[in-house]
Structures are given as C-alpha cells and as structure tokens.
C-alpha cells in the first residue's frame, strides 16, 4: 500500500510510515473507555457475500483475532460496508454487538436513520418489550469475554438483558463491571452468576483500599488472586460456550481489563465512592468502619452495648457483611497488608483526634472489643455523630 501511495503521489515517502500510521498493539488497551468503542475490520478481499459459508466464517473468525488481547472488539466492518443477512449472523454469532455500514441508503430495519450517512446494521434482531433475551456468557480461544445469543439457553428478563448487552457492547470490562457492581441482587441463570461473583470479587478488593473519596488519588491498580484462587473459582465454572478457554491466565487478563476501565475512571476525577455509588448505593458501607449502638434492657447499670464493627463484603443476596474490627487484625495481618489496615482505620484516627473518649477507647484497645455503656456514655455518641460521620465512621443506631 506505502509503495502505491508512492507511485501515486511521484515520490518516495518514509520508511517507517506504515508503523507511523497504525497504533501499536501495545497501545490498543488503552482505547476503550467511556464513549469509546473498539471494532475489528475484514482482513482483505474478496466482498462477504461473495464467498461461501466456511471463508465467511474463517474471514469474521480472522478479523476478531487481529484485534486480539488485551482488547475486546464490540463491532465489525467489511472493507466496502457490503453485507447480507450471512454476514449479520456470523457477527452475532461471534459475539460482536453490530456490523457497520458505510453505504448509503434509504433507512431500513437494519440500518441507521441517516440515508446520506453512516448507516450501522445491528447484529441483534430488533426485539419487542415483551420479549425475554437468551444473551449468554461466552469466551474466545484468546480469551476475550462477549455475549452470544443462544435461543437454547435460559433467558433473562428484558431489563437486566438490555443492561448487560448496553454494557457489553463497550467491551468486557463495562460488561463486568456492570454485572459485579450493578447486579447484586438480580436473578441470574448460573453461568452469569459465576461471572457476576468474580466481577464483584475485584470491586470488593478495590473497595476495601481506603481511597473511596479520594478522587485525586492516582489510580493503583488491584492485584489479582493468585493462581490458586482462581483455580479454586474455575473448578466450579458452570457450562458455557467456550468454557475450555477459561484459565487462570485468561482470569487474570480479565482483571486486568476491569482494573483498566475504573483506573479511566479515576485519570478523570472521579472518586472509587462515586463511581460504584451509581452502581448500587450498597458499595458507600463495603470497606468501612461502623460504630454500633444497640439497646441492653437487661443491664439496669449499662442500658446500652457499643460495638465497632467493618463490613469486608457483600452477601450473595447483596447486603453488607459486617464483622467485629477486631477480626480486621486478623485479615489484615502481615506487613504485606499494613496499608490496607491503616486505610481502613484511618477515619477512626482522624475522629480520635478530636473526640477524647473515642481516643482513649484507641489508645487502651478497647475499640476492637464490645463495651457495656452507660446511659451518659451513648449520648456522647450520639452528640458527637456529626463529627464521627464527617470523619468518615458510619454510624449504626437502634430504631426511634
């Protein structure tokens, strides 16, 4: 192609112009992001709908590869936008979202509103309110995390099917990140819920870090399970297409997506708490420190009992886990893990400075055991709740 530009143009141009005009594949995971989309493109001639059915598929097959790992191709064009109804279901059955068009024409139900313009052609028939999606999981021999439309396969309900496939259609990482942070208490056929519980492993540990409202702390990225985790996690994968394709290795490339789209996130401005908070409002407790007051009728001398409790996770059903803080010691322990400690405590160091009962219950340890309180004692608490929630401690209190 540089050599025909030459001729063309009657001179000779770079050397290195062909690196100069494509984008190194180390550069691509980079890309993909809000509002980005990554497509792969026909590898060369002839027309789609000119060959049989096994080029058809060898050429879609061939395509998707190029593009490969580390990222995920949502969308597919032929070299001149030629297209027929083969076309459209080898794309759908490859897992990419929709096939793109630049031949103009009079709107269709496949193509776009613009007769002058672009026209994109949907992989996906259009689908009425009523109907329920059979949108499966699937994975690539390299990997690579789409939806396939199974008609065989159990279906999901309108809503959560149009979330996900919204999700996915701007690659994997969306698509996890939707399922393990948005979908915690959906009703999910088994292949998705394994899925959802490794997304939501990742947002957990991201979670528990400490830098939920710090939106100008530079984004480092979570470390992925060991291979004996995610061995463990494998061995119970349910069925599903391309299910001889999950490894360890691909698992951990998968994280490594997801951490991507949230460090995005963050290189924008926005804080680990916002950006779960607009999954789901339960994410703001995960990783935080509680004070619990509860009523003690049976102890004339101390009516009231304090706890400080963390929530390290969210149950399958989607509620928080809370523990006693001092089984935080445990968790945490090994210097591996002091920052994670130090995180988590900070907010009670910060409101300890200016609290003296609540500094004196950290200084003698008495923080990570449960107490027998006066009457006095909780409406101290109870006075100082602005300032312990402006430290960053969540208070729990018993019902009015």
Not at 364 to 382: D, K, V
Request: hydrophobic share 45%.
């Amino acid at each position: 192609m540089i050599d025909a530009l030459s001729n063309s143009v009657g001179c000779p141009l770079p050397a290195d112009l062909a690196a100069r005009l494509h984008r190194r594949t180390d550069a691509w995971a980079a890309i993909p992001g809000p509002g980005m989309r990554v497509g792969a493109h026909s590898t060369g001639p002839p027309r789609l709908p000119q060959i049989n059915d096994d080029a058809l598929q060898a050429e879609v097959q061939r395509s998707v590869e190029a593009v490969g790992r580390p990222v995920d191709p949502v969308d597919f064009a032929d070299l001149d936008g030629a297209f027929d109804e083969r076309v459209v279901c080898e794309v759908r059955r490859v897992g990419l979202s929709s096939s793109v068009t630049s031949a103009p024409g009079p709107p269709s139900r496949q193509s776009g509103h613009n007769p002058s313009g672009p026209a994109t052609v949907r992989s996906d028939r259009p689908r009425t309110a009523m109907q329920r999606l059979h949108l499966q999981p699937s994975l690539s021999p390299q990997g690579l995390l789409r939806l396939l439309d199974d008609p065989e396969g159990p279906a999901l309900g309108v809503e959560v099917a149009t979330r996900l496939e919204a999700a996915f259609a701007q690659g994997a990482a969306e698509g996890l990140l939707q399922l393990g942070a948005g979908e915690l208490r959906t009703a999910l056929p088994p292949a998705w819920r394994w899925w959802r519980d490794f997304a939501r492993h990742y947002v957990t540990a991201l979670r528990m870090r400490g830098e939920a409202t710090d939106a100008t702390q530079a984004h480092v990225p979570v470390d992925a399970p060991d291979a004996a985790d995610l061995n463990a996690r494998l061995r119970n994968l349910p069925p599903m297409a391309g299910a001889e394709y999950a490894t360890s290795d691909v698992l951990t490339g998968l994280w490594g997506v997801l951490d991507g789209a949230v460090g995005r996130r963050k290189a924008l401005g926005l804080s680990v708490q916002t950006l779960l908070q607009h999954f789901d409002p339960t994410w703001t407790v995960v990783g935080r420190v509680h004070f619990n007051l509860a009523e003690n009728r049976r102890d004339a001398d101390a009516p009231f009992a304090f706890l400080a409790t963390w929530t390290h996770g969210l149950s399958a059903q989607g509620h928080a886990r809370h523990l006693p803080l001092a089984q935080a010691l445990q968790a945490y322990a090994g210097a591996q893990r002091k920052d994670e400690l130090l995180a988590l405590l900070q907010p009670v160091q910060r409101a300890s400075a200016g609290l003296p009962w609540l500094r004196e219950l950290v200084d003698r340890g008495e923080i990570f055991h449960p107490l027998r309180w006066s009457a006095q004692e909780a409406a101290q608490l109870l006075a100082d709740a602005p300032a312990l929630e402006d430290a960053g401690v969540l208070l729990r209190l018993p019902a009015a």
